[in-house]
């Protein structure tokens, strides 16, 4: 976060007073959190465009009463865009209204009372796709897991503190409504849970407050917990039975644990108290130095957290151990040179589980995540079926990732918060028969958000991504431009000798040209641009640069090159400008076209109200002897033609005759590619205006329902009509929006792109 806030302040001393920093990039990542302090942003936002947004982690930009202003934000910016994609694993949290709020910001029109709503009304708004059904396209990313739990043989300490526990009745819990999941004896259960550290720490807390109201005579309580801590203090780490297992595994052969650079180890704990213990002794107990084990929680700034996740994924890094509270269990990468992921205590929310062993078992691990449990065994009664309830809460998150790949479906809950579902077992004593059949029930029944989602993907078959072909491959492309621009200049490129790619002399131009497109970070330091097309050898470098480097200089010498790479950007630019306009070039082939053939390359659009080209049509049309023969598509020019040869004679063959004949054709082939637009707006317009109608049908009924639900939260008439108002310009701007971009005028631009034709050689 700080190197970010960073980094756009070095932007803005860079630009005027009154630019805007959105207009610096054509493409930016940027923090929510950084840019949702409306004096800052907010008018630079409001004076901003953009083709498409992206909001990953979308679920923490709902509408809560936390999270107020990254709503408010995310509500601006999808008004600044015809194109908003929200990503997120964890969409739903239960609330209707938190992904009402979501489903809204996609279309304002969709869903009029966010307490009431069906499958119906996200009918192409959300699609949830699990590991399984991508796992045919991704064969082989994702490793199978190995899962273990560990069964811990309490001490004689331990099960002394379990029974003093087991037979505590609290004052202070009298009070209150049983089986509700808030009872503090059950929270003491979970920190006891943790570790003995952990439990101390609440207990200490506690007293405190007893202490401020009554004299330890006053309320049992105070006894009570102070004959428990004095039993918690005395289980030292020798007599701290999931401690010594812990020492044992990392210790042992089984494990297989080298301490290799490229093989570390994560442990989470819910509680800092036991993150600290487990810290401060192993590297008291396996010899490690102070750095060698690392502490990641809460407490610490985000630029710290930033930066001991990037250590942890550096080979150079001494790291060996990560020990994390949950903070580090959602949306973090630990898996590039870590596969071993240790509970150390088991979490009560089965959301809690998902995000933990995401952070080692994700796209990219190239090893088989190896998870392990650690689960108390206790013979007080108590203890003993309590811990079996954690022993289902694994059993089951193991077996819906497996089924159904969303443990959280299990409880029908979707926000870590919901945690009580387990604490509420815990303090009606349900039996650990009937808390798995209690999940099982709900594996079979799903939840609301499943409901939802069976029905609200289209039915339609997905897109599929073909590559097109082009006239050059891109590494060509870069061998015949840059020369070519570069006139005067020798060795301007030169092949890779250990990949295939090229290296490239900056000079000052492309210099200024790419400090304009590309993050300072990945400015070659040096005066080559190294480029290849190898995809694993790009990220093999992206990698070893992560690795290798802090986090704004992770940039890797040679870059991959694909088509959004801004080198392109730079040779289009020079490449439109090579032809004056009213120009277009005519190129003379020996082989495919006969002295006779003449081929227009022809560029059609058609936008629609806004300029946006909705219709874009590249096309050739063939005269033979002065008369249209065919149209071609690109391919089949392509093909006819083979201009996509990297052996075509650079001669110029054309003679001045040839020249006139395809001039005096040109108003005819401009006709004719008037017709062929003619064709695809009539075709457009068939496809699209049912669509339409359909839609502005759909609006009338939704607008409906949008009032209706607006005029019942209300009595007064001048908030009514305040709201039926804002009802009215919502939907009035949304059927101007849908009409701005769907509907098209038959008026096309047309562009000559080149002109062929057959020669002798």
């Known amino acids: 976060m700080c190197a970010l806030t960073n980094r756009i302040s070095r932007i803005r ?14 493409k930016t990542i940027v923090s929510i959190d950084t840019i949702k302090r409306d004096v800052e ?63 809204n910001m996609l279309d304002p029109t969709a869903i009029a009372d966010p307490h009431d709503y069906k499958k119906e009304d996200i009918k192409g708004l959300c699609i949830r796709r699990f590991k399984k059904d991508i796992k045919d396209q991704v064969q082989g990313v994702f490793k199978e897991r190995k899962v273990s739990t560990m069964k811990c043989d309490a001490t004689a300490e331990e099960e002394y503190a379990y029974g003093l526990f087991a037979d505590m009745k609290l004052e202070m819990d009298a009070g209150k ?14 920190s006891m849970f943790s570790s003995p550290a952990a439990c101390i720490k609440s207990i200490d807390e506690r007293l405190k407050k007893l202490y401020k109201k009554y004299q330890a005579r006053d309320i049992k309580d105070i006894g009570l917990l102070e004959e428990l801590k004095a039993a918690l203090e005395k289980i030292a780490p020798a007599s701290f039975s999931r401690y010594q297992q812990l020492l044992a595994l990392l210790q042992g052969r089984e494990y297989g644990w080298s301490r290799a650079k490229n093989d570390r180890v994560v442990i989470f704990t819910e509680r800092i108290e036991t993150m600290r213990f487990i810290a401060e002794h192993l590297r008291q107990d396996l010899g490690l ?20 996740v990037e250590d942890f994924g550096r080979e150079e890094s001494p790291i060996r151990v990560l020990v994390a509270s949950d903070v580090a269990s959602e949306g973090i990468n630990l898996h590039y040179l870590s596969h071993r992921l240790i509970h150390f205590d088991i979490p009560w929310s089965l959301m809690v589980f998902q995000q933990r062993n995401g952070r080692i078992d994700r796209y990219g691990q190239q090893e088989q995540p190896d998870i392990r449990y650690m689960m108390i065994s206790s013979t007080n009664p108590k203890i003993k079926g309590d811990m079996r309830i954690m022993e289902i809460l694994v059993q089951k998150e193991e077996q819906a990732y497996k089924n159904i790949g969303d443990p959280t479906l299990l409880m029908g809950k979707f926000n870590v918060e919901e945690e009580g579902v387990t604490a509420s077992a815990i303090e009606q004593g349900t039996t650990p028969e009937a808390f798995g059949a209690q999940l099982t ?3 079979d029944e799903f939840d609301p958000f499943e409901a939802l989602m069976a029905g609200a993907a289209e039915a339609e078959a997905p897109a599929t991504v073909s590559e097109d072909d082009t006239l050059f491959a891109d590494v060509d492309y870069v061998k015949t431009a840059i020369p070519y621009f570069n006139k005067g200049e020798r060795n301007t490129v030169q092949p890779l000798q250990t990949v295939d790619g090229v290296e490239i002399s900056i000079s000052p131009e492309l210099r200024r040209r790419l400090s ?123 093909t006819k033609t083979r201009l996509s040869r990297n052996d075509l004679p650079n001669q110029n063959l054309v003679t001045e005759e040839r020249v006139q004949e395809a001039t005096a054709l040109l108003r005819t082939a401009v006709a ?28 009338d009924e939704l607008q409906r329902r949008h009032k209706n639900y607006q005029m019942s939260l ?10 039926e108002r804002m009802v009215e310009k919502v939907f009035n701007d949304f059927v101007d929006w849908v009409k701005d971009t769907l509907e098209i005028e038959d008026n096309p631009y047309i562009r000559v792109i080149a002109v062929l034709t057959g020669v002798n050689g």
């Not at 130095?289 to 001991?308: F, H, L, W």
């Not at 068939?686 to 049908?697: C, F, S, W």
């Open 13 to 26: 001393a860079q630009l005027p007073t009154n630019y805007n920093p959105f207009f610096y990039y054509d």
């Open 41 to 103: 942003y907010r008018t630079h936002l409001e004076n901003s465009w953009w083709d498409i947004i992206v909001i990953d982690e979308a679920h923490n930009v709902a509408e809560r009463g936390n999270q107020a202003q990254r709503a408010r934000l995310a509500k601006l910016l999808a008004e600044r865009s015809d194109t908003l994609i929200m990503l997120s694993a964890t969409p739903h949290d239960g609330r209707s209204e938190s992904f009402a709020s979501l489903m």
């Open 177 to 190: 409504e049983v089986h509700t999941g808030q009872l503090f004896k059950t929270s003491l259960e979970k």
């Open 289 to 308: 130095k102070e750095n060698a084990i690392q502490e990641i929680y809460g407490g610490m700034s985000d630029t710290d957290q930033q930066k001991i």
């Open 441 to 443: 029930e709900a594996e």
């Open 516 to 638: 304009a497109l590309l993050p300072d970070e990945a400015m070659p330091s040096e005066d080559y641009l190294r480029l290849s097309p190898d995809k694993q050898f790009a990220m093999a470098e992206m990698v070893r640069s992560m690795q290798n480097n802090l986090f704004e200089t992770a940039w890797p010498t040679t870059q991959y090159l694909w088509k959004l790479h801004p080198l392109f950007t730079w040779i289009n630019d020079k490449s439109s400008l090579l032809y004056g306009r009213n120009e277009a070039p005519i190129i003379g082939l020996t082989d495919g076209l006969a002295p006779d053939d003449i081929i227009f390359v022809m560029a059609g659009t058609i936008p629609n109200r806004k300029s946006a080209p909705v219709v874009d049509e590249w096309f050739g049309l063939h005269y033979k002897n002065g008369a249209l023969s065919c149209e071609l598509s690109m391919n089949e020019i392509l």
């Open 672 to 699: 004719d590619a008037e017709v062929v637009l003619k064709r695809h707006f009539t075709e457009y317009n068939e496809a699209t205006d049912p669509k339409i109608y359909a839609e502005l049908e759909k609006l």
């Open 714 to 723: 209300f009595e007064d008439e001048r908030r009514k009509s305040e709201k």
